[in-house]
Structure formats: C-alpha cells, structure tokens
C-alpha cells in the first residue's frame, strides 16, 4: 500500500490530499485539509505584485501544520506545488525557498498551463460518465485555468486567465453588498478575458460538458442540494449537475446581502462568504461563454492530478 499526499498552495487557500493510491489511478483519500491563507485579497500585492511578510508567514504557517498532518498519516512522499498569485508575484520564489527552509517541504511553482492539465486530469479521474469533447476549468482565488479535450489524450487544449474569485473582488465589488454598477463591471471584465480565449475547434468539437472545479463550485453545488458543510465530499458531488438558473437563481440572492448574512447561509464556508459573488458571478458568465445550460461538479483536482502525475514518476524510478 503506497500512501502520497499532495499540497496545493493557491491564492486564496492552501490544501492538502493524503490518499492510498493503487493502480490504474485509482484513489482513497484518507485526509482532507484546507486553511485558508487569503493572499489574494492582500491590497498591497496588486500596486507591487510582491508578497508581504504578512501573508508570507500565513503561507509558511498553513504549509508546516499540513506537512505535519501529511507525515502523520504516514505519507512518503508529498507533492507540492504553487499557483494563482504566487505564480504571479515578484516573490514567489523567494517564498517557495523560505518555506522550504522553515519546514523542509520542497513546493515547484507550476506554470497555468502546467495546473490546468493537472486539474483536468485530476477531475477527470473521478467522473466515469462524461466525455469528449469537454471542458474543466478551474476557478481559483487569482486565477482560472482551463482544459479542454477534443477526442482523446492526444488532443488537449490548456489555457490559463488572470481571474479569480478573490482578485475580482478586490478589483471590482469592494463595497459590501456590492452595487449594481460594480457587478456590471466585474462581468464585463471576466468576458473580456473570455474572449482571448483559444478557439475550441469546428462546432463539432464544441464543449458538450462544461466541468467546474474549486472553492466556488463547491459551494454552488453544496447550496443548490441544501447540503450543509460537514455533508460535503467528492463522494457526494462529484458528477452532480447544477442548471445556469440554478446558480442565476443563488447570484441574485446572495448579491443582496452583506457578508455576514452570506456567512450564515447553508452549505457555504463562511470564510468565503466575501468572494462568493465574485465566484459565482464568473461561473455564470464562463458557462454563457461556452453556451451549456449545465455544470457538471468535480471536487477532485488539481491535488488529485498531482497524485496521478507523481505516481507516474514514481513507477519511471
């Protein structure tokens, strides 16, 4: 029995997986952690696109607990790695080398393209009942990544934007509840980006399921089957389907209230009760941009595909 764990550390949280991996990829997680570090919603960052000491240390703190859980549950190896605003930051590497320092956990900062393969191949492990052509995106705290897939494993697409649930709030929807002017000006500037993206093939090869994976999702999904948070798991959600008027229908409530009445509503974290609409307000807009009335859930991601790809390396030794 192989026991691994992998780390993503994001713009908005850090996270971890440790899980039994067998053969043929298949998965048992045996441990599940998140703490959220919020380095995205950090003003500075965007006048110097540097990380400050302050969320430095969150990050450095949040790695050191969930490498000690990791070593707890008797992980052998742990891959880690770091994307969203690290990636984008002056200082990502200077982090990533502090990190190392003070806990002894080695973190490789992945490029978008890099992350949304991962995701997609992470997603994709989970849901046996969808197929090409396809689409997996993944909405993060900074950034979205994207997978796309035509026929096969030999015709993939990966793109990466520079938007997110926690970036887009801090640019865009500030005031609490945020005005109608400010959410018109969010949305027009998610299908600004929407637009670069690459073009998808022939109408043949156009999405016919849209995959959405990350925070957002999760608790769209989590609220439109009113299920609370302790009853949240890939288990229950991976492969559930949410309708555009469903998430229409959980926008227009939420955009009403402050965060702290946002904090109390089932199913969602409270500790994203302060990007939720920026969140859910991309994954409308994403799924107009690839015309699909459905989104399909996967809680597996970009952790699981780094079990998959570290596995693949193991077996290579």
């Not at 890099?114 to 997996?136: F, I, M, Q, R």
């Not at 990544?145 to 697409?157: K, L």
């Not at 520079?162 to 609490?176: I, K």
């Amino acid at each position: 029995m192989t026991i691994l764990a992998s780390m993503d550390i994001g713009s908005y949280t850090t996270r971890l997986l440790v899980a039994q991996v067998k053969e043929e990829n298949k998965i048992k997680a045996l441990l599940r952690e998140r703490i959220y570090t919020r380095i995205g919603e950090d003003l500075s960052f965007f006048e110097s696109m540097a990380l400050s000491e302050e969320a430095q240390v969150r990050v450095i703190e949040a790695v050191r607990k969930l490498y000690g859980q990791a070593l707890s549950q008797g992980a052998t190896t742990i891959f880690a790695a770091a994307t969203g605003v690290i990636r984008e930051s002056r200082n990502g590497a200077q982090l990533v080398q502090r990190v190392y320092e003070e806990t002894g956990l080695k973190i490789e900062i992945i490029s978008g393209l890099e992350e949304a393969a991962l995701t997609g191949k992470g997603a994709l492990s989970a849901l046996s009942d969808v197929g090409p052509p396809l689409v997996v995106f993944d909405l993060g705290g900074g950034t979205t990544e994207f997978f796309y897939m035509a026929g096969d494993q030999e015709n993939e697409t990966v793109f990466s934007l520079p938007v997110g649930a926690a970036v887009l709030t801090q640019q865009f929807l500030r005031e609490d509840p945020p005005s109608a002017h400010d959410i018109a000006a969010a949305q027009e500037a998610v299908r600004g980006l929407l637009r670069g993206i690459p073009n998808l093939g022939n109408d043949g090869d156009k999405p016919g399921t849209v995959i959405g994976t990350g925070g957002t999702v999760t608790s769209l999904a989590a609220m439109s089957y009113n299920l609370n948070l302790e009853n949240v798991s890939p288990e229950r959600l991976n492969g559930a389907r949410i309708s555009v008027s469903q998430t229409r229908g959980i926008f227009d409530r939420i955009k009403q209230l402050r965060s702290f009445e946002r904090a109390l509503l089932p199913g969602l974290d409270s500790s994203r009760a302060d990007v939720i609409i920026a969140g859910a307000l991309c994954v409308i807009t994403i799924l107009e941009h690839f015309h699909t009335t459905m989104l399909v859930v996967s809680l597996s991601d970009i952790l699981e595909g780094l079990l998959i790809n570290g596995l693949t390396k193991i077996d290579r030794l």
